[in-house]
């Protein structure tokens, strides 16, 4: 299967690089054939500009200015998001790729003012994540994230089977608790 990973996390020694670099690793030892979009390390601008949000509606020339990356997310058949949680929400450049990717045309399309989903080849979407606080904490916040993946991301795929892998609790996480959810993404990861 073609998969693109999207990962969104700029320190190269963190935790969440190591989930990273788990995740692909464990992806290209089932077979799979992976785009690892490293969004910090390409330099994504996540700014929508005036001139996109203009162009917003206009298919298909919404897509202009990122459409390398429309072209690897329209070949991928799963998507992978690898990211931390900050403030209760994603990174902001993960954040500015939904925006300026996830387009009219691209992740849905408009039908006489209906929003009908367009990822119809996603198979699987997959979120591998940390919170710093408890579950608890972000179910009292209303767990944006994970909302979005299993509800809206689901919503532009469909057809797709939809995992969030998330470590809870990460600011009093020991070595073996973060040991143990590089060995469930692992897992998670070959057989996605």
């Known amino acids: 299967m073609r998969v693109l990973v999207l990962y969104a996390h700029p320190v190269e020694t963190s935790f969440c690089a190591a989930l990273h670099a788990r995740t692909v690793a464990a992806l290209e030892a089932a077979g799979h054939e992976v785009d690892d979009c490293d969004l910090y390390a390409e330099g994504f601008d996540p700014l929508l500009s005036r001139e996109e949000r203009i162009a917003y509606h206009d298919v298909p020339e919404n897509r202009q200015t990122v459409a390398p990356h429309v072209e690897r997310l329209q070949s991928a058949e799963a998507l992978v998001l690898v990211f931390p949680v900050w403030n209760f929400g994603f990174p902001a450049i993960l ?16 039908e006489g003012g209906v929003v009908r989903p367009h990822l119809g080849h996603l198979r699987r979407v997959c979120a591998v994540t940390t919170y710093g606080g408890t579950r608890l904490r972000a179910w009292l916040a209303g767990d944006p994230p994970r909302r979005i993946v299993k509800r809206v991301l689901r919503a532009t795929a469909p057809r797709a089977g939809v995992r969030y892998h998330a470590l809870y609790d990460m600011n009093r996480a020991d070595d073996a608790a973060r ?14």
């Open 179 to 192: 040991r143990n959810f590089l060995e469930r993404v692992d897992r998670a990861m070959r057989t996605i």
């Open 95 to 110: 954040k500015g790729y939904f925006d300026r990717v996830f387009l009219p045309g691209v992740s849905f399309r408009m």
